[in-house]
């Protein structure tokens, strides 16, 4: 008979794969973002170099350098696709296909979105459970996961989920178990940047924060981090010829700025800040609205004064560093891409304080329902947006209203099904079937 530890883990892996099948119902599908990625794992396992010449016409992304196409992305994204994809090329054993290309933004939704989404939904429920009841504690984790745009993410193979939830396990092992799992934290940081450049800001302020807590300490962050470095100079190095010259600097033309420069603290900056909050567009309190109560009660209730002073820095710079992108809006996605990370950082610490205010479960309840009602009704709809200001009333509520779903779906990629606006109802049947019978579960393993 399975001890009560081996039990927990079984648990565990079961709600991890139930979640993470929930965000691939409705799933990413071939666009610039995931091309640039791909670029990568088609040049390594169908050529065995980092060059993509052969499919430069699949996205406008992209680097150009010494005559050669190349994925400008962080490689961390595409390396994890790699191995699985070789495996299915391996299988197949036929010149490349229109399907092959399907099946490797699949295999980049499943292994660097959906997976770790999921993973990131177990912390929440573990950090919920250090102060409420087992049953409570799924709830609360499966509502904040799935009440803003990081649950969008979560099928798309962009690669912001996967350096959120690199990020929010090396903050959360630096916060609470810095002791003995220094080296890990500073691993984990390291592996957000390698998937995001920008996590660089978070991970720099991570690691001032560990030096102020011992010279030991740092230095073991610093270790774990040092891999992670090499592996991002060598792989600049090989397309750009130098460690410190990033492919990023070598994209077309149109991802340039008419004025020259990529970052600025201005008034377009200011104007970036609002609508990174308020607007229909991008807004970071309209695609995630429950951070209206985790992030007051994460500030209120942190458990240590140097932890509100580290999720302060870290929410401050980030927000900053993205509202001084000439390309603050993050493209063709739905709400604020970039801040991905940042929501799923704030949802972290704003879970474990929710848990201990029970008098603010109900509007986090209410808020984190509304959020997730619109984020499936646009994910469902029309994945990809860019121009439209007022894109849920404009195209997502419409579409919806006419039954036009998304042939991204599992229903109609596997099944072979159509079953229209009945796929939204199907997905809400999955998921509170996924929280009855692990709130279920929990109750049981508690008692036991």
């Known amino acids: 008979m399975p001890s009560q530890r081996e039990r927990a883990r079984r648990h565990t892996l079961a709600f991890v794969t139930a979640v993470a099948f929930l965000p691939l119902v409705f799933h990413d599908s071939l666009s610039a973002n995931p091309g640039s990625r791909i670029l990568t794992v088609l040049g390594l396992v169908e050529n065995g170099t980092l060059r993509a010449d052969a499919w430069r016409d699949l996205t406008i992304d992209g680097a150009f350098v010494g005559g050669h196409f190349y994925s400008d992305k962080a490689p961390l994204s595409s390396f994890l696709v790699v191995p699985f994809f070789f495996v299915w090329r391996a299988l197949v054993h036929r010149p490349l296909a229109p399907l092959d290309l399907d099946v490797a933004v699949f295999l980049g939704d499943v292994v660097t979105a959906a997976l770790p989404f999921a993973a990131f939904t177990a912390l929440l429920r573990r950090s919920a459970a250090r102060w409420t009841s087992a049953r409570d504690a799924v ?16 099928g798309a193979y962009v690669g912001n989920v996967l350096a959120g939830a690199l990020f929010v396990f090396a903050y959360h092992l630096a916060a609470c ?6 080296t890990l934290a500073g691993f984990l940081a390291g592996l957000a940047v390698l998937s995001e450049y920008p996590m660089l800001v978070g991970a720099a302020l991570l690691g001032v924060y560990v030096a102020t807590r011992g010279v030991k300490l740092a230095a073991r962050f610093a270790m774990g981090a040092a891999p992670c470095a090499a592996v991002m100079l060598a792989y600049d190095a090989a397309i750009t010829g130098s460690p410190f010259d990033l ?16 970052f ?8 970036a800040a609002r609508m990174l909050l308020f607007s229909e567009y991008r807004g970071l309190l309209v695609y995630a609205p429950l951070l209206l109560v985790l992030f007051p009660l994460a500030i209120a209730r942190a458990e240590s004064s140097a932890r509100r002073g580290l999720l302060l820095a870290i ?4 927000f900053t560093f993205v509202a001084s992108y000439w ?10 891409r970039h801040l991905v990370a940042l929501i799923m950082l704030l949802t972290y610490e704003g879970v474990g304080a929710l848990a201990r205010t029970p008098r603010a479960q109900l509007p986090f309840v209410g808020l984190a329902s509304a959020g997730l009602a619109l984020n499936l009704v646009a994910v469902a709809t029309n994945p990809f947006v860019e121009g439209f200001m007022h894109p849920f ?10 039954g036009e779903i998304t042939p991204h779906n599992l229903f109609s990629f596997v099944l072979g099904l159509h079953p229209g606006q009945a796929c939204v109802f199907l997905w809400c049947a999955l998921f509170l079937a996924t929280g009855v019978t692990f709130a279920r579960l929990a109750s049981r393993h508690a008692a036991a």
Request: aromatic share 16%; net charge positive.
């Open 139 to 154: 709830w609360i984790a499966l509502m904040a996961a799935f009440g803003s745009c990081v649950f969008v993410a979560a």
């Open 177 to 182: 178990d810095l002791e003995r799992r220094a």
């Open 247 to 262: 492919p990023q600097r070598h994209v077309r033309a149109l991802f340039f700025p008419p004025w020259g420069r990529r």
């Open 264 to 271: 600025a603290l201005d008034a377009q900056t200011l104007h």
């Open 315 to 318: 929410a401050c710079a980030q």
């Open 327 to 336: 390309m603050w809006d993050g493209g063709w996605s739905i709400g604020p």
């Open 393 to 402: 009333n404009e195209l997502y509520w419409p579409a919806f209203a006419r």
